[in-house]
């Protein structure tokens, strides 16, 4: 079996190379080209995998690229992955995040169609579709009302790989995954933002976190049980859109929490609004700063991954505590190794 996969340097690219590795498929990766020629994540991958793939350097708005390389290899199985992906970018920067997500995502079809349309290809949808939702917990039925930039752009893409499916009968799975993060996460994200900060206090740093929203409320799962439905999405007789998630909700402050718990230290929240602080023994540990609130937040998220519980057996396997400890001891092992940064 051959896969490409956009997006192969990101923190999802990383655990679905690992999974495809370990499944024997022959594996080809699109990666944009900079000046650095930086891999991102594939460089934490183990020397056996990463050296098994094929790198592509190419740009998935070039039409023109996409289509020449999904006609040589004929994947059997796609996974477009790649994407600006980061929310807050997204209102700051939304015509390039229109530009990639949405172009990128058309190209794509439209090569699959026109040159390879036995090719099952899976698409990156998100929650974020669901925004300011009516319902909780959220499903595929639930109405999207995205509240970002970002989330209107996979709105575009959802509904291009959609009609494509239905128009010209290819095979396109759209996965709904909620939050997912890990310990090759961004750290432009929450969650690593805070087991970087963590572990940073841990090894001796006295600068607290400094962060937005405290309170607003995610279904975090980790990245690596996440990419297994999303192969298993391609291996079923139809192409279906899944959400997959944890069913629980917490807020960015149960994350602060948890994380600090690992390090033995038990916050207190004094203050609110922009003033609010959580300290420990008279230390500020945590700060809030308005250049991380955004100008609309969405809300109340918790998935109802019901179906693929029942037509794809996927069940998460890494609970919210779990979660934050690999992603804190992770960070406390990699400092110690590099020292504070
Ligand atoms: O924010 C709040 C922030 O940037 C999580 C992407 O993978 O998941 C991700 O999008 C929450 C937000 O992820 C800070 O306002 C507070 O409510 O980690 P995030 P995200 O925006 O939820 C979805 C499913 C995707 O599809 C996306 O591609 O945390 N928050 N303080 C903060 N967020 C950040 N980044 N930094 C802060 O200091």
New binding site residues.
């Given amino acids: 079996m051959k896969a490409l996969v956009t997006g192969i340097s990101g923190q999802d690219g990383y655990f679905l190379t690992q999974l495809l590795k370990s499944r024997k498929y022959e594996i080809h990766g699109i990666i944009r080209r900079n000046s650095s020629m930086g891999t991102g994540t594939m460089a934490l991958l183990p020397d056996e995998v990463r050296d098994e793939v094929e790198i592509h350097y190419g740009d998935i708005n070039d039409a023109h690229f996409v289509t020449s390389i999904i006609a040589r290899e004929k994947p059997d199985e796609l996974y477009h992955l790649a994407a600006q992906?980061?929310?807050?970018y997204s209102f700051q920067n939304p015509f390039s995040t229109y530009d990639s997500n949405i172009g990128g995502t058309l190209n794509i079809c439209n090569a699959v169609k026109d040159v390879s349309s036995d090719t099952r290809f899976y698409f990156a949808a998100?929650?974020?579709l669901f925004g300011h939702p009516a319902q909780t917990p959220q499903n595929e039925n639930t109405p999207f009302l995205p509240r970002n930039p970002?989330a209107i752009s996979k709105l575009a893409g959802i509904w291009t790989t959609r009609t494509y499916r239905d128009a010209y009968k290819l095979f396109i799975s759209n996965g709904i995954?909620?939050?997912h993060e890990s310990e090759v996460r961004g750290p432009?994200?929450?969650?690593r933002?805070i087991s970087i900060g963590v572990a940073k206090i841990y090894r001796g740093s006295n600068n607290p976190i400094?962060?937005?929203?405290?309170n607003?409320v995610?279904d975090w799962g980790y990245s690596k049980d996440y990419v297994y439905g999303m192969w298993q999405m391609l291996q079923q007789d139809t192409p279906d859109d899944f959400v997959l998630g944890t069913g629980e909700s917490h807020t960015?402050r149960d994350f602060v929490e948890a994380a600090f718990k690992e390090i033995d230290i038990g916050l207190e929240w004094k203050g609110s609004g922009l003033n609010e602080v959580g300290i420990c023994n008279g230390r500020t540990l945590v700060k809030v700063s308005k250049e991380?609130l955004?100008p609309l937040?969405?809300e109340n998220y918790r998935a109802d991954y019901s179906k693929a519980k029942k037509k794809l057996k996927w069940e998460p396997k890494t609970n919210f505590q779990q979660l934050v400890k690999i992603m804190v001891r992770n960070d406390i092992a990699r400092l110690g190794k590099a020292g504070l940064e």
Avoid: I, P
């Fill in positions: 992906s980061f929310v807050g998100t929650s974020e970002y995954l909620f939050n432009e994200f929450v969650s933002k400094l962060l937005g929203n405290l607003a995610k960015v991380f955004r937040e969405s």
